[in-house]
């Protein structure tokens, strides 16, 4: 929650509400008019006023961004049933998330909207959009919500257990009471979405970007419905994304222009996903190195690195790694920008390890350079590094966490061969999944020994021309049961071309989704 100076009630100058981080309010409502008109008054008083109108989408804004207050609707458009509950499942993301709750709804099932106000003390309050009076208050009452205090909702797990358990009750009672098999239905499919979103971990992969100067048609085309698919993809198979990484080749040779559209298509990743930039992991690849920026001296220094303690200590000195990491100029400067100061790639820190608790469980995510002496088309095939110096900080900074992901531009097989077992061992013993690109082809391995099970996804390139199958991949996993599955989705350049269900990477993957257990 953002703080607030909720006690401080003094008029601001109206130059410093401008300034200063307004409230945030949610407003789910599928209605366009409910929503018009809660916005309109939300934003008189000042509110920054975010909007949802399918379950799939709320539930992104709740799970990935911070609100001060939600004004929520209990029926959300479910086109084949107009009389569903769909917002009733949002509660317990709200209350998670410590978000006071003003439910304005036409569900007149009294029943419900009783159980609802005893079980969950973040809903401040319930107005029936037939109460005009109730209505023309809505904005006094929100403020107020935002203002209120509910005990035993700050994170308490044996009061979440108990809330649970209600809600398990509250939910088999409306099943049973359901007057269709489609409500029924309907209900089961959200409460086992709603069971295995809280028992698992997802994200999207997109690799292997290429964004030139040249904004072609084509690459234009193929990027913005790429847009539309994810979103589409999420509603579809309710797989709402945690974080989202991008394993490399964002640019096509490293250039300011090329990063201010990566920066703009980022903008419309995280909308159409609900994800904020904390969220969005990004590693650099060989066309974010500026190769004029590599001198003869950092080329012939990198050329001759072939033995592990060597890369080592060129690794480990600040000197020689700021000589190296000259060639990521233009990708620094954007990471540092875009990602407002959490920079992942300067002179001190050529790798980063991001953490965060999901699914009960703290995951953290390796964002790996594996590009850093990558200087010229003679790149491929045995001659990259990424060293083994690397790869252990980056371990022992996520040494903690229960679930370790690894994201680096190069496949091993790219890696010089004084390092690529030694590299291949330590992130596929230690790390349960590595994502990488560059290969322009999707490559699902499952990687097994007696001391490592993990899978390694090669997401194939978003975009990079008619030559290559454009791809891009969605995964969920329950690291409790260790089972999990990936969306596959590849780009048809048939007609005006279009998205599908990847069946042809795999002749035993069916409708798209590989499901795997680790
Ligand atoms: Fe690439
Ligand atoms: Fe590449």
Redesign the pocket.
């Known amino acids: 929650m953002i703080s607030s100076p909720a006690n401080d009630l003094s008029p601001l100058p109206s130059r410093d509400l401008e300034e200063q981080a307004r409230y945030r309010a949610l407003v789910v409502e599928d209605d366009p008019q409910w929503q018009a008109r809660h916005r309109v008054i939300l934003e008189e008083e000042s509110y920054q006023v975010e909007t949802a109108t399918t379950f799939v989408r709320a539930c992104s804004l709740i799970k990935n961004r911070s609100y001060d207050v939600a004004v929520l609707d209990l029926q959300l458009h479910a086109p084949q049933e107009p009389d569903n509950r769909d917002g009733v499942f949002l509660l317990r993301w709200l209350m998670r998330k410590q978000v006071p709750v003003v439910i304005v709804t036409a569900v007149p099932a009294r029943r419900l909207v009783d159980e609802i106000l005893s079980s969950y003390g973040h809903v401040y309050e319930i107005v029936d959009k037939s109460d005009s009076e109730a209505i023309a208050g809505l904005a006094a009452c929100v403020e107020k919500a935002r203002q209120s205090s509910f005990p035993g909702v700050p994170d308490d797990p044996a009061r979440f257990r108990e809330v649970d358990e209600r809600f398990e009750r509250l939910i088999a009672g409306e099943i049973e009471r359901s007057r269709t098999g489609w409500e029924a239905n309907h209900l089961r499919e959200l409460a086992s979405h709603d069971q295995a979103s809280r028992a698992t971990v997802t994200w999207l992969h997109l690799?292997?970007l290429?964004l030139s100067d040249d904004k072609t048609l084509r690459s234009s085309t193929v990027l913005d419905s790429l847009l539309v698919d994810i979103e589409r993809q999420i509603g579809q198979h309710k797989l709402v994304p945690d974080w989202a990484a991008v394993t490399?080749?964002i640019a096509f040779s490293g250039q300011e222009k090329q990063y201010a559209r990566a920066a703009g298509f980022f903008d419309r990743l995280l909308d159409r996903t609900g994800l904020t930039k904390e969220r969005l992991l990004v590693v650099p690849?060989?066309?974010d190195v500026s190769r004029s920026l590599v001198s003869t001296g950092a080329r012939i220094l990198g050329d001759s690195l072939h033995d592990g303690k060597t890369i080592s200590e060129v690794l480990g000195d600040d000197g020689d790694r700021r000589f190296l990491l000259k060639r990521f100029d233009g990708y620094a400067r954007f990471v540092g920008d875009y990602f407002e100061g959490d920079a992942n790639l300067d002179s001190d820190r050529y790798f980063y390890v991001r953490k965060f608790d999901l699914a009960d469980r703290q995951i953290a995510v390796l964002g790996l350079n594996s590009a850093w002496v990558s200087a010229s088309d003679r790149d491929e095939a045995n001659r990259l590094l990424v060293g083994e110096e690397q790869v252990r900080a980056a371990l022992a900074l996520a040494a903690e966490a229960e679930l370790r992901i690894a994201l680096l531009h190069h496949p091993f097989r790219e890696l010089r061969e004084c390092e690529q077992q030694t590299v291949e061992r330590l992130l596929c013993q230690e790390c349960q999944f590595v994502l990488h690109?560059?290969g322009?082809r999707t490559d699902l391995t499952l990687h097994r020994s007696p001391d490592a099970s993990a899978m390694v996804i090669a997401g194939g390139?978003s975009h990079?021309g008619l030559e290559y199958s454009n791809t891009y991949n969605l995964v969920q996993f329950n690291p409790g049961s260790g089972r999990g599955h990936i969306v596959l989705r590849r780009w048809s350049g048939e007609g005006v071309g279009f998205w599908a269900e990847d069946n042809l990477t795999y002749r035993n993957v069916k409708n798209g989704i590989y499901q795997f257990t680790l």
């Open positions: 690799s292997d290429h490399g080749d690849g060989n066309h690109g560059h322009h390139a990079a």
